[in-house]
């Protein structure tokens, strides 16, 4: 077994010219701008500069990237295929020239000619194709699999359109389309030499020999584009594949009868709608059959490729030399990223046993072993239950194969617990129609059944799962469940991001800790060491002055640099208690209003954060948080005690600038509902403190730092179970604090009633 930095540095890469100079990369820049873009200095625009730009860091990934990926099909390792339906990926230009070290090279032949390497960077789209912590997991899994060596393979949609761009009018939250390829991607390489077919609805038949046949489909085709993702220093590259939908080149005979060309090459764009727009909504399950249609999409091609990749062993090969599917489960893992990949399971089983005529225990047994879940969420409101009505008509042939594992697996639960009916039910992949609804098949069920490990996000959230949401499937498989709590890249969340800080560390205790993490902990021995103290509080004020100044530009906001950097940016959610926090800055308003000389730390709130398009309460929230601001920022009598920001179109490249910065990280969620968070740790690695329930892997950083390092309070999981027991009355609780009983009476700053008499009268 290879030790991690045995592997990372397993691979070759003499004969790749070493060209990480200041001049080879001038001319390499030029040159893209001559002959890539097509442009000369005298008309070429920022945005050419910057495509030049990136093709010329292209350039240097392209021989690692190939070299890799030769590595790979001549040694042939167990390959991981992380699938998920959403990449939240951000900007790929600076972390690319950090991973593979040229950052300082290509800085100083920018500067030679004239041209300013951070207004560059600004010009580059995020790539938005997540909603928010899952995608970002997705994204940082990559990072740090590229830079472990791992031979794995990262599977998406290329969405057209990614999260909306949010925009803040009159203080609510509108959304614009985030139209990123508008101006290309220069990071991808379409492949359509690996397009691939995949159907929907048709129906099933039955041959002479009672085998089912799936006919009459609708084809899409599925287009590769590839991402490269590089380690970080170990001359590995990696491959983010995403896949966008494409019509069939042919069209139907009846388009011709009807001499309606026009229409039928319009008609082709209802094909390619699947892979148009990412679906915005976040922990909430949305039962529409465009949605279905992208997971099965995803799928469908991922498969396909995943068993092509194993028939074929050898580099460059394309002709079929391994047809044992015994041996798929040593070769291939695959890891579904939530329930949003789950219908991969009937496919693969469709694809084993209808394509390579494996018998249904032969299929099923490679499927379990191959498979494996990660659970992201304990809200019943965001698990997955399609209706049967929907996959009957799309995708009959995977409802037929569902009914099959779920009547193989009621056998088993009827063998192990006789006559209990009742935890059949509950256990169940079908669900029967209720008084409300009709037959749905309940993903997380069948992933539970159909995968040989099943994890949650954090060591509460996976506790909960076992004694909880999935208890009856923990009974019947004590040892599927495990806990793997999430994690960032330190790549990008701090050497990245805070670049002063890392230096910092990397004078005192080397550069090691970019890639194990444990090594920050020789600071442990400098705690008391006055002149790092004073050089980590001078990163931080520069880094608080840096925001302070874009806020300046930005919203027209002037703030307190020196004053305390209260940050809560996450997705608008109720559970999140964005709503909590603000309560809080209307309680300190109200103080200062009191006694205008009141002896305060200054402070600045900071919020951020997309609401679902389609959540009123979310939207809410931000509307009173803007409002409070508009009233609280134009008080003379606060001046800078108190400022309130709220950013604009929260997203990772804006993450990157305000995190460092953070005096204080806010994860206030309720207890027993943030699955894990990961901003919380991004907070914490730039040296933000934390104040936060202990929910999520809050717990397990309070026990690796110690209490005395993070502010925590509130109700744990068990006391608010009992809270909701016993009945939550809001009265009890305004009753018992003046602050809040305060928003209930009618003096001239009661904020919450000012607002509500002002919305009423609009």
């Not at 397993?10 to 200041?22: K, L, T």
């Not at 003379?636 to 990157?656: F, Q, T, W």
Request: hydrophobic letters at 40%; one cysteine or more; glycine letters at 6%.
């Amino acid at each position: 077994m290879l030790t991690d930095h045995e592997r990372r540095k397993q691979i070759s890469v003499r004969g790749i010219a070493q060209v990480e100079n200041v001049s080879n990369i001038k001319k390499a820049f030029n040159r893209h701008l001559h002959f890539s873009i097509i442009k000369d200095r005298n008309v070429a625009t920022p945005r050419d500069y910057y495509f030049a730009l990136a093709n010329t860091v292209r350039d240097h990934l392209v021989s690692r990237w190939i070299r890799t990926q030769q590595y790979y099909y001549e040694k042939d390792p167990k390959r991981v295929y992380y699938l998920s339906l959403e990449f939240y990926m951000g900007r790929t230009l600076s972390n690319t020239m950090m991973n593979i070290g040229i950052q300082a090279t290509v800085d100083e032949a920018l500067y030679q000619l004239g041209l300013d390497i951070e207004e560059l960077q600004e010009i580059e789209e995020d790539a938005g194709l997540g909603n928010g912590g899952l995608g970002r997991l997705a994204a940082c899994f990559l990072d740090s699999m590229a830079t472990l060596g791992l031979p794995a393979y990262g599977y998406g949609l290329r969405y057209e359109y990614g999260i909306f761009k949010q925009l803040i009018r009159d203080g609510w939250q509108m959304e614009e389309p985030d139209d990123w390829l508008r101006f290309g991607n220069p990071w991808e390489k379409a492949r359509p030499e690996y397009m691939l077919p995949v159907n929907f609805f048709g129906k099933v038949v039955k041959d002479e020999d009672g085998k089912s046949k799936w006919v009459d489909t609708q084809v899409v085709f599925a287009m590769p584009y590839d991402t490269p993702v590089p380690g970080y220093h170990n001359n590995v590259v990696n491959t983010l594949r995403l896949w966008s939908a494409k019509a069939e080149n042919h069209f139907h005979l009846k388009f011709f009868n009807d001499g309606d060309y026009v229409q039928a090459v319009m008609d082709r764009n209802l094909s390619e709608n699947i892979t148009r727009v990412l679906y915005p909504n976040d922990n909430m399950f949305i039962g529409k059959e465009l949605r279905l249609k992208q997971q099965y999409f995803l799928v469908a091609a991922t498969l396909q490729d995943i068993i092509r990749r194993f028939k074929s062993s050898k580099y460059g090969s394309r002709e079929a030399v391994r047809a044992d599917f015994s041996t798929f489960p040593d070769k291939v893992a695959i890891q579904l990223n939530d329930t949003h990949p789950s219908i991969g399971i009937p496919e693969m089983m469709r694809l084993l046993i209808d394509v390579e005529n494996l018998t249904w225990e032969e299929a099923y047994d490679v499927c379990t072993k191959t498979y494996a879940y990660t659970n992201h969420t304990l809200l019943p409101e965001a698990l997955e239950r399609w209706p049967v009505s929907m996959l009957e008509q799309m995708l009959p042939r995977h409802l037929e194969i569902i009914y099959q594992i779920n009547q193989q697996f009621m056998e088993a639960v009827g063998k192990k617990y006789p006559g209990d009916f009742d935890r059949m039910r509950r256990m169940s992949i079908v669900e029967e129609a209720d008084g409300h609804g009709e037959k749905r098949i309940n993903m997380a069920h069948l992933c539970i059944v159909a995968s040989h490990a099943v994890n949650g996000v954090a060591a509460l959230h996976s506790d909960l799962l076992m004694t909880q949401t999935f208890r009856d499937f923990h009974e019947f498989y004590p040892g599927k469940f495990q806990n793997k709590t999430n994690g960032i890249t330190p790549r990008r969340w701090l050497l990245l991001s805070n670049p002063a800080l890392a230096d910092v560390i990397c004078e005192r205790i080397g550069d090691t800790w970019i890639t194990n993490l444990d090594e920050l902990k020789q600071l442990k021995a400098l705690d008391n060491n006055a002149q790092l103290l004073d050089q980590i509080r001078r990163v931080k004020q520069e880094n608080k002055m840096r925001v302070a100044q874009y806020l300046a530009d930005e919203y027209k906001v002037e703030i307190n640099p020196s004053s305390i950097f209260d940050i809560h940016v996450k997705r608008i959610h109720e559970y999140k208690r964005q709503l909590l926090n603000i309560l809080h800055v209307i309680a300190l308003y109200n103080r200062i209003k009191a006694n205008p000389n009141i002896k305060m730390v200054p402070r600045t709130m900071i919020y951020g954060g997309k609401a679902a398009p389609g959540y009123h309460m979310a939207k809410q929230i931000i509307k009173l948080i803007t409002s409070v601001g508009n009233v609280v920022n134009n008080d003379p009598i606060v001046g800078d005690k108190l400022k309130v920001v709220y950013l604009e179109n929260y997203r990772v490249s804006m993450a990157e600038k305000i995190i460092p910065a953070a005096d204080l990280s806010e994860q206030i969620s309720t207890a027993g509902t943030e699955a894990s968070g990961t901003g919380n740790m991004k907070f914490m690695l730039n040296g933000g403190l934390t104040i936060g329930t202990l929910d999520g892997a809050n717990v397990e950083m309070a026990e690796e730092m110690g209490n005395e390092n993070i502010f925590i309070f509130g109700m744990n999981v068990e006391e608010v179970e009992a809270l909701g027991k016993r009945g939550y009355k809001a009265e009890e609780f305004i009753n018992k604090s003046p602050a809040l009983k305060q928003f209930n009476e009618p003096p001239e700053f009661n904020l919450p009633k000012q607002m509500a008499i002002a919305n009423a009268r609009r």
